[in-house]
Each structure stands twice: as structure tokens, then as C-alpha cells.
């Protein structure tokens, strides 16, 4: 696998709660994505990163926010945690035009 | 506006048998085209791409693909498949004149395999 850790790898957490999951890459790849999985719906982009400080909102960016203080590290947040947040959250990179690498995801329960 | 369909949300297929995971397009340009596996509690892997070239593409695990410009299609195919190909597929497009971020998932098709 590509070097990419997702932490933590499951989270259960109240609603209202802010909650921050990390992806970290030792590949030195120039862009870094969050999508979250949810049945029926396949992947969904929420926030991709090109670069240091470079990030733009996907299709489905409401509720979170993103940094990349570092070229290894991307964050996601949710600022106040909803049920509908509920969800398989997977960080990605890649390269130019070369396909994308995924983590083995973040399990995110919102209660 | 690009998109991504894949018909069928779950295939079953006897052990040794042919197997076909359908996956049709839309683009306004040229298309990349990607699919990508997913086995539980696991991130998708990348199977096999088309960017240009030939339209049979071949990948890993046996699997291949091809690419059919006047069907706007890309279905992936083995020709004997194995009870450890079950798993989630998932087709992906992106234009080539867009960016690297406009890369956009089918909703999946669920691989079941029986022996």
C-alpha cells in the first residue's frame, strides 16, 4: 500500500462535538482529498488539497473544514458534528495524472 | 457536467465463470477512466485506467476493461472469475481537460462469487 495513515480509525462522538481526523502521507504527493462513503451514494468528495495552504471545496464541503500546514498532513474538522456526519470518511493522494491512493479509512459515529 | 453510472448494484457470478461489472460515462471532452476495488474495512485499490490507447486495457488480478467510445462505456471483465474477487467495485471518470480534483465515483457494484 501506498503510505497513507488515516487516525484515528474509528471515533464515536456526540453531537455538537468538534472532531478532527488526520491523513498522513510519506509519499510527497501533491494532492491530498477527503471523500466520505455512504451506501448508495459511492464516494463523495468533501475537500481536496494541491498543495501547502492550497485547498477547494468538493461537492459536499457543508459542516467541514480542511489545513495542509504541511505537504504530509491533511485535516479534516467538523467544526459541530451532526448525525448526517455519520459516515466512512477515506483520505486520498496522487499525482499529476497518475490514479489516486487511498487510506483504509476513518469509522465516524455520531450519536 | 460529468458522470458516472454503474446499472447494476450487485453482480453474482458462479466460480469460473466469465464475469462483466458494467460502467457507462459521460464527459464532455476525453475521458480517464479508472477502476478501483474495495475489500472490507479496506481504501479502494486501483485495478486498472485508460487514458489513451489501446481499448483493452488490462490490470491487476486478471481483470481488464474496455474502453468503448461510441457507448460511452468502460465494463470490466474476467474471463474466470475466483470466490476472492467478491468484493465492491467502483468505476471513476475524470475529463481530461479538467483537474486532478474532478475525478468523480460510480455508486458501486457489489461482486458476489459463488463456488
Known amino acids: 500500500d501506498a503510505g497513507i495513515t488515516q487516525s484515528p480509525r474509528h471515533k464515536v462522538t456526540e453531537t455538537g462535538t468538534p472532531v478532527t481526523l488526520r491523513c498522513h502521507q510519506t509519499e510527497n504527493h501533491r494532492y491530498m482529498y477527503w471523500y466520505r462513503q455512504d451506501p448508495g451514494h459511492g464516494l463523495r468528495l468533501i475537500h481536496y488539497?494541491?498543495?501547502?495552504?492550497?485547498?477547494d471545496k468538493g461537492e459536499v464541503s457543508d459542516g467541514y473544514s480542511v489545513s495542509r500546514s504541511k505537504t504530509e498532513d491533511f485535516l479534516l474538522t467538523l467544526e459541530s458534528a451532526t448525525s448526517s456526519q455519520t459516515s466512512v470518511y477515506f483520505c486520498?493522494?496522487?499525482?499529476?495524472?497518475?490514479?489516486?491512493?487511498f487510506g483504509d479509512g476513518t469509522r465516524l459515529s455520531i450519536l | 457536467a460529468q458522470s458516472v453510472a454503474q446499472p447494476e448494484d450487485q453482480v453474482n457470478v458462479a466460480e469460473g465463470n466469465p464475469l462483466t461489472v458494467k460502467c457507462t460515462y459521460s464527459v464532455s471532452g476525453n475521458p480517464y477512466l479508472f477502476w478501483y476495488v474495495q475489500y472490507p474495512n479496506r481504501g479502494l485499490q486501483f485495478l486498472l485506467k485508460y487514458i489513451t490507447g489501446d481499448n483493452l486495457v488490462k490490470g491487476s488480478y486478471g481483470f481488464e476493461a474496455e474502453f468503448n467510445k461510441s457507448q460511452t462505456s468502460f465494463h470490466l471483465k474476467k474471463p474466470s472469475a475466483l470466490v476472492s474477487d467478491s468484493a465492491l467495485y467502483f468505476c471513476?471518470?475524470?475529463?481530461?481537460?479538467?483537474?486532478?480534483?474532478?475525478?468523480?465515483f460510480g455508486s458501486g457494484t457489489r461482486l458476489s462469487i459463488r463456488p
Open positions: 486520498a493522494i496522487s499525482e499529476g495524472n497518475q490514479p489516486q491512493h
Open positions: 488539497s494541491y498543495g501547502v495552504k492550497d485547498t
Open positions: 471513476a471518470v475524470r475529463d481530461t481537460g479538467s483537474s486532478a480534483s474532478k475525478i468523480i
